[in-house]
């Protein structure tokens, strides 16, 4: 066998951190606050329907495309919440989650050697997908103020451009900040995508998920923008259901097009009887994603005001289901690996290392992500210990 079995494209990545952190769970007995999922069950109605299909006997390969009945269901999503108007027929593909629609986009735009401009943190497939595709990463950095919110230098994009760029990937709002990217700021990134004909493949997973007075904006409801914007998002986390993996990924029939012909050859199609289900969630009532939204925001106040009385400075998100800590007042040396290579041990308690979403991991070195998409219990739970483990040693003033 030859020594060099794993391709150069993947060399550097490892194991991806959630495997690790939840296997870590798993094996100390730690809470989980690591890997993104909710710990309860979504909407009755769409478990409901996935039964019903499956008794009904959708149990082989949906069509190509995606059901045809989902697909509407999106269409009207995009219509309902953002007046985007799409082609079910056309401007619609369900995916194996945001993921494959994501790789799908990657690997169905680029060739060898195109320059993708990305924002740093990021997402940690986005390195991945684009080293699949050969294409190169051309970071702009997300960096907090001095109250703690995240932004960009708008200078920074129009630097990034050469002429091998070839599109912009955008999350908003976004993983791992919770940083919901303002109309401005989408309006400054449009600026340059127009300017150097660019494609936007924009994340926008955590549409539902946005706290406060904060808004959503999509991307592609930007003027001049549709047409070059490529969007996706899944079910998962608005309904729960992370572990279905339905996902989906829209816009003009050229763009959709494109990533699909490297999608049908992926998976080709997932999840038959998950689709109708996930089409059941979609034309749920307003009620339904208020209370969503409602309900995360109380959890995400519980974590990030325990995480403040464990004595860090925190960063409570705008949007998304992660706040995120600064180890320093615990751990001097800032090293977020190792602090949560052995939280679990010493606090019981899993998170993920901030720097793994970096391309340039010191600019993340000290912080720590937690997720706040858990049962108030399993917050308490989580908090007390960190309480007792760090609570008293440490100092920090626990602004942000
Ligand atoms: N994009 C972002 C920003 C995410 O946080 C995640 C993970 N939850 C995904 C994509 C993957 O989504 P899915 O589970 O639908 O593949
Ligand atoms: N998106 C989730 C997170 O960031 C889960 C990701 C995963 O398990 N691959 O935690």
């Known amino acids: ?124 497939s986005y390195q991945a997908c684009l080293a699949l595709a050969a294409a190169i990463p051309v970071p702009v950095l997300l960096s907090p103020d001095a109250d703690g919110v995240y932004g960009f230098d708008a200078a920074d994009v129009r630097d990034a451009v050469t002429d091998r760029t070839k599109l912009v990937l955008l999350n908003t709002p976004h993983n791992p900040t919770g940083k919901v990217f303002t109309r401005a700021e989408l309006d400054a990134i449009a600026a340059v995508a127009i300017e150097h004909d660019l494609i936007v493949v924009t994340d926008e997973v955590y549409e539902h998920l946005v706290f406060d007075n904060a808004e959503h904006v999509p991307m592609a409801t930007l003027p001049g923008m549709f047409e070059r914007t490529l969007t996706i998002s899944s079910g998962g986390k608005t309904f729960h259901t992370t572990g279905w993996k339905i996902g989906w990924m829209m816009g003009p029939t050229e763009l959709v097009t494109a990533a699909r012909m490297a999608k049908q050859y992926l998976t080709y199609v997932n999840g038959a009887p998950f689709q109708p289900a996930t089409a059941v969630g979609l034309r749920l009532p307003d009620s339904y994603f208020n209370q969503l939204v409602a309900d995360l925001q109380i959890a995400r106040d519980r974590l990030v005001d325990g995480l403040r009385a464990a004595g860090f400075v925190t960063h409570s998100p705008e949007a998304s289901y992660f706040a995120t800590i600064d180890i320093r007042s615990a751990q001097p040396d800032g090293d977020g690996m190792a602090f949560c290579r052995s939280l679990p041990v010493t606090a019981g308690v899993v998170a993920v290392p901030t720097e793994v979403f970096y391309m340039h991991p010191e600019h993340g070195r000290h912080l720590v992500r937690f997720a706040c998409c858990k049962q108030l219990d399993v917050i308490d739970a989580a908090v007390e210990r960190l309480v007792a483990s760090f609570g008293v040693a440490t100092t920090g003033s626990g602004a942000s």
Do not use: C
């Open 1 to 124: 066998m030859p020594d060099d079995v794993l391709t150069s494209k993947l060399a550097g990545f490892g194991t991806t951190i959630f495997a690790e952190m939840s296997a870590l769970a798993t094996e100390t007995g730690a809470i989980n606050l690591g890997q993104g999922f909710p710990d309860t069950d979504g909407p009755q109605a769409v478990l409901d329907a996935a039964i019903d299909a499956i008794r009904a006997g959708v149990n082989q390969y949906p069509p190509g495309l995606g059901d045809a009945d989902l697909r509407t269901a999106i269409a009207e999503h995009q219509r309902r919440w953002y007046g985007i108007e799409l082609d079910p027929a056309t401007q619609v593909v369900v995916t194996a989650g945001a993921t494959e629609a994501l790789a799908g986009a990657m690997l169905g735009m680029l060739d060898a050697g195109d320059e993708v401009i990305v924002f740093e943190p990021m997402y940690d």
